[in-house]
């Protein structure tokens, strides 16, 4: 029986049924397929997990700026006429950093970095929707999903071509996608309700299983798309490479559900790994882990906020930590490009 990954949708009184087959059973066989409901208008009384309140991290050092600051009009970025065109009515600053680093640009307002985002993910989206007819873009949970809303604007909303999109999450919190703390309402609230996504292509845990089963579940969803080329795949390390994922990052440095100092950042033999203990509410989640997430073809970090100045002095500047943070392990194959606002350069 043919048991396509995609999801199928159902459209009942309002709500949307999404039935997708069961990811951990073998693809040629749909006999064993669970039904997953998700319905899309919240419950009215949601749970959600107390507020995280990160490690201070006392050994950071702020040290004076080491970098050179260029400045420059936003607008003369992208200059590719490919791209699209889009005027940014305030200044952007280019900090110059070791190209491991990654390109870092730091915007005067959140709002600026929100629009510069739009314009360097309908950019991307738009190149890897002619050379590949898909774009595979991963999602984090938290303020990321505010800074996307430019995308649901004009230009964005009609130019980009959104049934190329197909849509994950880099990690995800073990719990109903309608719960308050689920990384998949976020999304589907904050955005993926306002853009014409199918819904087929977009990714959520079985929230059905157990943190383990979650992070299995997804590691073979995504084996099943490698394997019909949905997902590109890494040529040096044979692991799925996803055309853009946007990470967001804590301000004890930590990126997905990959925590300092805990175990999960050095594991490499899974693609998909699920933590029980994460020091940031609620404590089951699900995690890409490092190999996958630095086997992609262009990584977004995005950093709003001066309570994550100092990571981002560490990660980007001067500033020292008793070890290396999870932020300072990311390092794509492709581009890694930072979005700052000024709080979170503030150090720099
Ligand atoms: O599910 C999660 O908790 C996230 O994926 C997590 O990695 C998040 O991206 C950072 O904690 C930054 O979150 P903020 O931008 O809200 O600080």
């Known amino acids: 029986m043919n048991c396509p990954i995609t999801s199928r949708l159902c459209y009942t009184d309002g709500t949307i049924y999404i039935e997708r087959c069961a990811l951990r059973m073998a693809f040629s066989s749909c006999t064993s397929a669970a039904i997953l409901r998700t ?65 870092v640009q730091v915007f005067d307002s959140e709002e600026d970095l929100a629009v510069s985002l739009a314009k360097h993910t309908a950019d991307l989206s738009d190149k890897f929707a002619k050379r590949r007819g898909a774009f595979t873009v991963v999602l984090s949970g938290g303020s990321l999903i505010k800074s996307l809303r430019k995308l649901a604007e004009a230009p964005y909303i009609d130019a980009v071509e959104w049934l190329k999109w197909h849509v994950f999450w880099v990690d995800e919190r073990v719990v109903p996608k309608d719960h308050e703390d689920s990384n998949y309402k976020l999304a589907f609230d904050g955005f993926l309700s306002k853009v014409p996504i199918s819904p087929g292509n977009v990714y959520a845990i079985n929230d059905a299983l157990s943190a383990e089963g979650a992070a299995d579940d997804y590691e073979t969803c995504l084996k099943h798309l490698v394997k019909t080329n949905i997902i590109d795949v890494s040529q040096a390390t044979g692991l799925p490479k996803f055309d853009l994922m946007l990470l967001g990052m804590g301000p004890d440095g ?66 020292q930590s008793s070890g290396l943070l999870p932020v300072q392990m990311v390092s794509p194959e492709g581009e890694l490009r930072w979005f700052l606002d000024n709080g979170a350069a503030s150090h720099l």
């Open 254 to 319: 930590h990126v997905a559900s990959l925590f300092p100092g805990h175990p999960l950042v050095q594991a490499n033999k899974q693609w998909v790994a699920f933590i029980k203990d994460s020091p940031k509410p609620p404590p089951e989640r699900i995690t890409f882990t490092f190999p996958v997430i630095n086997s992609s073809a262009n990584i977004a970090l995005v950093v709003a906020g001066a309570g994550k100045a100092n990571v981002v002095n560490v990660a980007l500047g001067n500033g």
């Open 39 to 103: 319905s899309l208008t919240p419950p009215t009384s949601l749970r959600r997990s107390p507020p995280y309140t990160p490690p201070i991290f006392q050994s950071l050092v702020a040290n004076p700026p080491a970098c050179s600051l260029r400045l420059h009009n936003s607008s003369r970025i992208g200059v590719n006429p490919e791209e699209f065109h889009c005027k940014a009515s305030s200044s952007m600053a280019e900090i110059a950093t070791e190209k491991a680093k990654g390109k």
